[in-house]
Nanobody, 125 residues
Framework: QVQLVESGGGLVQTGGSLRLSCAGS????????MGWFRQSPGKEREFVAS????????YYAASAKGRFTISRDNDKNMLYLQMHTLESEDTAVYYC??????????????????WGQGTQVTVSS
């Protein structure tokens, strides 16, 4: 099955930037819709951004819109999340996910057939 590995997390000061990467393998990367989710201790996993198989129709959570940009490079089997103007509220483990079904056509609760192990993003004040 599809394997996903996130990288690029780290410690950054408030207002700074990070770019997260997700490397895919094991299946046809360009046939999958993909997305980023995050989870903080004591909180439920929340949606951050999604992108369809072609790289079109990016969709963002309200907390990410205007600050984060999701993109993909199907030739390299890579998914990215460029994050700017980071805030303390952005501190979380960020997960890469994929599914054959478009995120926009699924419920948030059941989308995501494949998941990475996550990468920690910590924003310090």
């Amino acid at each position: 099955q599809v394997q996903l590995v996130e990288s690029g997390g780290g410690l950054v000061q408030t207002g700074g930037s990070l770019r997260l990467s997700c490397a895919g393998s094991g299946a046809s990367f360009d046939s999958l819709s993909m997305g980023w989710f995050r989870q903080s201790p004591g909180k439920e996993r929340e949606f951050v951004a999604s992108i369809d198989w072609s790289g079109d129709a990016p969709y963002y959570a309200a907390s990410a819109k205007g600050r984060f940009t999701i993109s993909r490079d199907n030739d390299k089997n890579m998914l990215y999340l460029q994050m700017h103007t980071l805030e303390s509220e952005d501190t979380a483990v960020y997960y890469c996910a994929a599914d054959s079904l478009s995120f926009l056509l699924a419920t948030q609760a059941n989308w995501g057939a494949y998941w990475g192990q996550g990468t920690q993003v910590t924003v310090s004040s």
